[in-house]
């Protein structure tokens, strides 16, 4: 086990962890994280953050979980955190029979990057963003970057190392034209450390965001009605992510809390939707090697031409429903249990040219840029906000609109979508659940919905 990153053997306190229990892991993380806070020019917060700590963890045969952790890397605080999680019975652990480790291959480690160079480059957004107008009233930069090491021992015999740099930028920006006040928020990162935010980058992304604010400022309310939707592929994938993705994961399905529970094979969508979610896809900011209960991550299909295929599971929820880990077990810490989340989830390109799908749309909106929003898992029912929208006039994209949102049922307007883009567009984000946030990012080509509810004040 040359490279493993535990400095101990841990198969006995596997051992120790897995009795009485239908499995049981140790897992290890050392992570190192820098941020960097500038309001305004002024930078409120810049430094760096070290996580080091061990957690065990034990999942009875009927899904109860024991879990203890410990703030150290000593084989003590193992022992210590496996007797805590221990049941009374056999213990239930293989021989190591899978052992990987995966390293980052980086330009530049995390450490050798000052903290005054990455000040730097979040004044560099600040700046950017100023300069687009003197309507520009406020500016607000976040630089968050780091380096992430991890070890999982599992009891089926899987033991497994990574270590993952990410990096994230997102800007803030609000204009103000007298009374009128309006904002707007714009990101860039994912896998591959902070080299991957190029000063050009940055301040691309600062830009986005203060022209749209200002853009805002006078443009007119969107109209209200039943109308045809285009999303473009450059908004982001709110929809599926939040839409699709939430209610498809396997401890909602358990919990009785999803429209989609026991409809593995059912047609729930328009032959033209698949959807997929893929932690292998390279430099996404959902994207790693091996998920937190050290499973290999793989690509799910969720949804093929229209029919539900699978949930996404961690060991517990698939143990539960008789099915096998999809590898989407993720954790915010050794302190928190690992649980089923996303990872890059997208609606994968389709057969229509993107241009064409606004051309064959004489009247609508087009949203560019999806905002936040609030979907109901249970009934499907949701409502979103579009950042940025424009009315369709001619097929072409027209004027600028302010305060539209979207709602429906998930299911009716996945089955009603009757084009989809060979493009296909990235957002990043972070997703929260049970208390804990992981970096995510979501995607989707240029979809056409032909008739949504659209509300708007005009």
Request: proline letters at 5%.
């Amino acid at each position: 086990m040359d490279g493993w990153l535990f400095s101990f053997d841990p198969s006995p306190l596997l051992r120790t962890a897995s009795r009485g229990a239908a499995c049981a892991e140790l897992f290890l993380e050392d992570t190192i994280a820098y941020s960097v806070l500038v309001e305004d020019g002024e930078v409120e917060s810049a430094g760096a953050q070290e996580t080091r700590g061990i957690a065990a963890r034990s999942v009875a045969p009927d899904g109860g979980v024991r879990l203890a952790a410990a703030t150290g890397l000593a084989p003590g605080d193992a022992q210590s955190c496996a007797s805590a999680v221990a049941g009374t019975g056999r213990p239930r652990v293989s021989p190591p029979s899978e052992v990987e480790v995966v390293r980052s291959v980086l330009e530049r480690p995390p450490s050798a990057i000052s903290v005054r160079a990455r000040v730097e480059l979040a004044q560099s957004a600040h700046h950017a963003a100023k300069a687009v107008s003197r309507r520009v009233a406020h500016v607000r930069v976040f630089l968050r970057d780091g380096l992430r090491r991890t070890s999982v021992a599992h009891s089926s015999g899987a033991f497994r190392g990574a270590e993952l740099a990410r990096a994230l930028l997102g800007v803030e920006v609000i204009a103000q034209d007298g009374s009128r006040v309006e904002a707007a928020f714009e990101s860039t990162g994912g896998e591959g450390g902070l080299t991957r935010l190029t000063e050009e980058t940055v301040i691309a992304t600062a830009t986005i965001a203060a022209r749209r604010a200002v853009a805002l400022l006078k443009a007119p309310a969107a109209p209200a009605g039943l109308m045809p939707v285009v999303l473009g592929a450059e908004a982001g994938g709110t929809f599926v992510h939040e839409a699709v993705g939430h209610p498809l994961e396997a401890d909602l399905i358990l919990d009785g809390v999803s429209v989609f529970e026991g409809r593995v094979g059912e047609r729930i969508a328009s032959p033209l939707i698949t959807v997929v979610d893929d932690p292998t896809a390279v430099g996404h900011n959902g994207s790693f090697v091996i998920d937190d209960e050290g499973t290999r991550a793989q690509r799910t299909v969720l949804i093929e031409r229209g029919v539900l295929r699978s949930y996404l599971c961690d060991r517990r929820s698939a143990l539960l429903l008789d099915q096998t880990s999809t590898g989407n077990a993720r954790r915010e810490s050794y302190r928190a249990r690992p649980i089923v989340r996303m990872s890059n989830t997208m609606i994968v390109p389709g057969p229509h040219d993107p241009a064409a799908i606004l051309r064959e749309t004489p009247r609508g909106l087009y949203v560019a840029r999806m905002g936040g929003g609030e979907v109901d898992t249970v009934t499907g029912h949701f409502v979103f906000e579009a950042a940025e929208a424009y009315l369709i006039e001619d097929g072409e994209i027209g004027a600028l609109v302010r305060g539209a949102t979207l709602t429906g049922e998930t299911e009716a307007v996945l089955a009603s979508v009757d084009r989809v883009g060979s493009d296909l567009g990235m957002g990043i984000g972070t997703c929260g659940k049970e208390g804990q946030d992981v970096p995510i990012a979501d995607g989707e080509p240029t979809i056409r919905i032909p008739a949504l509810v659209v509300g708007g004040a005009g």
